[in-house]
């Protein structure tokens, strides 16, 4: 069947080549990474010197049809397509590096954030902002920044979206080239629709995936359509949201091609049905399928060149540049800063060369806020080899927003992390949150803060926590006893570049101990303490579940004074903590993240709930509790400690790891002593992890040197 087809094609081709120097229309259909073999059949016309006229599109297929109607040449545009980061593009997550230190210590606890607005919880528009994608269209087409008319492009052009309220599909042939792209490659459902002059626009997919009978209105004698889209899925093959989600876009499409098709001179048709549309892994596959399709018609392409002997070679546009020179800069839009606040951000001045990582990392940071709902840029050619930028910058109005997340692990148990954060109360840069964990342990953390860079900036936070740890004797467990505690904090703080910060303040604190045998000193007392203490916090980690670069440096010196209401104080002790840890990429696969730290007693014994605890796999114990894998949870306790340990890990699979741990340590009555010749405590552990929409999820094995015990440790989702 197929090669009947072509030999009809090859006819058509053939009667239409016997026209004296026919023109050439080019329609690609939409289909996600499925139209990355859409170049390898342009290849095959390339190298025959096919000259194409007028270039149609939708969604994917118009990205790379926009791009050849710049006049780039396939290996041009293979080479940007290859540079760009497909899984960043899908999943839409700011690097962790590009947050505010605010934002790194906040953005992984939550799976899910809704907006709040008039009163009411919006749900999002879809699994995805698009933020990269429009980031990423903004340097494809960067060189197209003053052309509004796309018959003015080397190539003319268009592309299809759909209007998302009216439901029909229309031709953008004018306006921002990189705007029309977004909305016609608006995937429903996973991408958030994009608003054009006060219309919203979702993938044009939805009712025109090939959008032929646009082309045929152009002045064009052949009409070339290249169709990756897959036939309808089985039952059987509806196995996921994707599929799913993609089935219901292309079911319109189905009928509309019988129609569509009548109206091509020659279709060629690539039958890809085991490619999905987020394949980008598969590039030089694609790339070679499509490239076989267009052999098959490399003579009707050699016949249709020949007839376009004597035509001129198109001029393209300048190739997109990393470095350029800026002439002027013109900012717009709803802007949450002054204008000097951006220009100093990207250190701007006129006739000063801008670089376009820097500029892409600052709009990831400034999005990385939540601040604004839209940051695109063009850059105009001015005179000589300068440009003019231009930035529009819209600011988000949303000022509450409410979080959740699920998390179990053997420390805690299970709990439910409520979340509802205020920005902007009552001053700018002023940030009120409340976090409370619903569990059999519940947890409460309430901060209002300022943050003004290195400026020092304010704040107020209170914590609470209620668990019921365990008592041990040589490895044995005794009892449980009841921990609760509350606290009080007014803090300074200023941050330098995001990654550091360092500040102090006073804390009130108190807390309530109690068991039912005297194992304890501490007989059920109410404890209260007012507190001094100074910190610094250095954090480049680019993930926090096997991080694969990046050095966390923290100390924090603290003086501890047990009063008796506000009458009577007794003689303080001080603790300094201090903790380093370095992550290191291997190679693809594999990483390593190692570390160091230590806590250690200066002057009298400290109150029991400020004593060193040592033990369990879990993150961010309260006060002076660490991990310590080999032991249980809190199990060892003592005056001074220091540790090290290391951590390797190799991905088996995408997102999926095996781990090897080990930790070794002292743990003494004196700082002099944890020098001197002793028991070493140790522990190993060997673990499988998974990182998922809800959290991390990680099984460990533990034991240690020092006894013979084998236990397990599981945890779900991100640590609160």
């Known amino acids: 069947m197929r090669q009947f087809l072509l030999s009809i094609s090859l006819f058509l081709f053939l009667q239409a080549a016997a026209q004296e120097n026919p023109r050439v229309g080019l329609v690609f259909s939409g289909g996600g990474a499925r139209c990355i073999a859409q170049l390898g059949v342009y290849q095959v016309m390339e190298e025959e010197g096919v000259r194409i006229d007028h270039i149609g599109g939708t969604s994917m297929g118009a990205i790379i049809g926009g791009l050849l109607s710049m006049g780039y040449n396939s290996g041009e545009v293979l080479k940007l397509l290859r540079e760009v980061d497909w899984e960043r593009l899908q999943n839409d997550q700011i690097p962790r590096e590009r947050l505010s230190y605010a934002d790194k210590k906040r953005r992984e606890r939550y799976v899910t954030r809704l907006d709040i607005r008039n009163w009411r919880v919006q749900l999002p528009q879809g699994l995805n902002s698009g933020h990269y994608v429009l980031k990423n269209l903004n340097f494809l087409f960067q060189q197209a920044g003053n052309i509004s008319d796309f018959t003015a492009l080397p190539i003319p052009f268009y592309c299809v979206a759909t209007n998302l309220e009216n439901g029909k599909p229309i031709a953008f042939e004018g306006g921002d080239l990189s705007l029309a792209l977004r909305a016609s490659s608006a995937f429903p459902s996973i991408f958030f629709p994009i608003e054009i002059d006060g219309n919203l626009y979702v993938d044009g997919g939805v009712m025109d995936n090939f959008p032929v009978a646009f082309m045929r209105k152009k002045d064009v004698d052949i009409l070339i359509g290249v169709d990756v889209q897959n036939p309808s899925y089985t039952k059987d093959e509806l196995t996921n949201a994707f599929r799913v989600l993609e089935q ?6 189905y009928f509309s091609n019988l129609s569509s098709d009548s109206l091509v001179d020659v279709l060629i048709r690539l039958e890809l049905e085991k490619i999905g549309l987020f394949d980008f892994q598969k590039f030089q596959e694609l790339l070679n399928i499509g490239y076989q399709y267009g052999e098959m018609y490399r003579e009707a392409f050699r016949e249709i060149a020949q007839r376009q002997k004597g035509r001129d070679n198109v001029v393209a546009l300048p190739l997109p540049a990393n470095n350029f020179q800026i002439s002027d800069c013109h900012i717009e839009g709803t802007l949450a800063k002054s204008h000097k606040f951006y220009f100093r951000e990207l250190g701007l001045q006129k006739n000063q060369t801008l670089n376009t990582k820097k500029l892409n990392r600052k709009i990831d940071e400034w999005m990385g806020s939540l601040r604004y709902s839209q940051i695109r840029y063009n850059v105009i050619p001015d005179t000589g080899e300068a440009y003019k930028l231009h930035l529009q910058i819209n600011s988000d109005t949303v000022l509450n927003r409410i979080g959740a997340s699920i998390r179990y692990d053997d420390d805690f148990g299970a709990g439910v992390l409520l979340n509802y954060e205020r920005r902007d109360l009552f001053f700018s840069n002023a940030h009120f949150n409340i976090d409370l964990v619903v569990s059999e342990n519940p947890r409460t953390w309430i901060e209002y803060s300022t943050h003004l860079g290195a400026i020092p900036s304010a704040g107020i936070r209170f914590r609470s926590h209620r668990f019921r740890p365990m008592i041990y004797e040589n490895g044995r467990a005794l009892e449980q006893f009841r921990f609760r505690d509350e606290s009080f904090d007014l803090f300074i ?3 330098l570049k995001e990654v550091f910060a360092f500040g102090g303040g006073v804390q009130l604190e108190r807390f309530f101990l109690s068991e039912s045998i005297n194992v304890l000193p501490v007989e059920g007392q109410r ?11 250095l954090d480049t980690y680019d993930r926090e579940f096997k991080p694969r670069k990046g050095i966390r440096i923290n100390g924090m010196y603290r003086v501890i004074a047990e009063r008796d209401n506000f009458d009577e104080f007794y003689v303080p002790t001080s603790i300094l903590s201090t903790r380093f840890s370095q992550a290191l990429s291997l190679n693809s696969r594999w990483g390593v993240e190692y570390w160091s730290q230590g806590a250690f007693t200066i002057g009298s014994d400290a109150a029991f709930p400020y004593n060193i605890f040592l033990g369990g796999v879990g993150e961010n114990y309260i ?3 660490y991990s310590f894998i080999g032991y249980r949870f809190m199990e060892l306790v003592g005056r001074n400690a220091a540790t090290v340990g290391i951590n390797l890990y190799y991905e088996v699979g995408k997102n999926q790891f095996i781990s090897a741990r080990g930790n070794w340590g002292r743990m003494e009555a004196s700082f ?36 013979k015990r084998v236990f397990t440790y599981l945890t779900l989702g991100f640590w609160f």
Request: hydrophobic share 30%; no cysteine.
């Open 248 to 253: 219901i876009s292309t079911l319109n499409n």
């Open 493 to 495: 703080q200023s941050t």
């Open 527 to 537: 404890n209260s303490f007012i507190n001094y203490y100074a910190y610094v916090d």
């Open 623 to 625: 006060n002076y509790t």
């Open 672 to 707: 002099g002593n944890l020098f001197d010749d002793g028991t070493w405590l140790d522990g190993y552990g060997i673990s499988y992890g998974v990182s998922s929409p809800l959290g991390p999820i990680e099984f460990t094995l533990i034991s240690s040197s020092n006894h």
